[in-house]
């Protein structure tokens, strides 16, 4: 089995890469995020690979950090979710912002990806909640704050933070993640105000 390929990038395509291994050139598929973190032609570069081997093809994935290998892998547990949605996916929503989105329950923010239309973007929330790889880059306090928010069980003023925060255009993921980081701080009897201005705060640097 191929864990990582390490050589310069030769060449690109619409959603893969090639890899030239010693002499080897190596045909990666990758998520959108993947393929722009890439250097240009000519220059090194690391994929960490999950590698798929069916009766009719060999195929390898590509990945910039362990962790969106974790998430391809569990993504693709739910049904009706392959390798190219999982792609699809991760094409949209870094690994922090997937996990934010299954614990909070938000389809919408899975729904963006092309090719996952509402019923299968409710699915991946459901069956993925509490499925979060260990390598899902995600922190503990920011995490279990967002599955609070998520089964309606927060705090009434960290609640009213992220929703106030949310209305002035941030995604819930970014939010709760900003309010988080400031409960930790503060601790979480800060009053509403003071959570959505110190929350705007950390949005904002």
């Known amino acids: 089995m191929i864990g990582k390929l390490k050589g310069l990038v030769d060449g690109f395509g619409d959603d893969f890469v090639h890899i030239d291994v010693g002499g080897v050139v190596y045909e990666a598929f990758c998520s959108a995020r993947t393929l722009g973190a890439l250097p240009q032609v000519g220059h ?31 993504l ?10 999982a792609l699809a996916v991760l094409s949209v929503l870094s690994v922090s912002e997937l996990a934010s989105a299954i614990a909070l329950q938000d389809k919408a923010m899975v729904g963006r990806a092309n090719g996952v239309g ?5 699915r991946i929330v459901t069956e993925l909640k509490g499925k979060v790889p260990a390598l899902g880059s995600v922190d503990v306090g920011v995490l279990g704050l967002q599955a609070a928010l998520g089964e309606g069980v927060a705090a009434g003023n960290v609640a009213d933070a992220v929703s106030a925060l ?8 970014q939010a709760s993640a900003a309010v988080a980081r400031v409960v930790g701080r503060e601790g979480d009897g800060t009053p509403t105000e003071k959570l959505i201005r110190l929350g705007l ?3 904002s640097s």
């Open 118 to 122: 509402p019923k299968l973007a409710l």
């Open 44 to 74: 090194a570069a690391v994929l960490h690979v999950e590698m798929v081997v069916r009766e009719d093809m060999i195929r390898l994935y590509g990945f910039a950090s362990e962790a969106e290998k974790a998430w391809f892998t569990t």
């Open 201 to 203: 705060r950390e949005l």
């Open 166 to 173: 949310s209305n002035l255009g941030y995604s819930s993921a």
């Open 76 to 85: 693709m547990t739910v049904q009706g979710v392959g390798a190219r949605v």
